[in-house]
């Protein structure tokens, strides 16, 4: 039985971060299924790193927004 997952593994995504009241978007790549709010790894392709977010939608992964 295949669950249908909002995003697939190695599906291209969207990774927005917002950092004050600055909106980044990036280019990533899903490591992992997840459904929506799900925590989930992912990699920015142009940086290579290996992120936690969770997913918004299809496209659109959210980094947490804790300030370190």
């Given amino acids: ?3 249908d ?3 697939k593994k190695n599906s291209p995504i969207i990774i927005e971060n917002k950092i004050g009241g600055i ?3 990036e280019e990533g790549m899903a490591l992992e299924d997840a459904d929506y709010m799900e925590e989930i790894k992912v990699k920015n392709i142009k940086s290579g790193k290996i992120l936690n977010g969770y997913v918004e939608n299809k496209k659109k992964v959210v980094l947490h927004t804790k300030q370190n």
Wanted: proline letters at 0%; zero cysteines; aromatic letters at 22%.
């Fill in 5 to 7: 997952w909002l995003i």
């Fill in 1 to 3: 039985f295949e669950k």
């Fill in 23 to 25: 909106t980044i978007k």
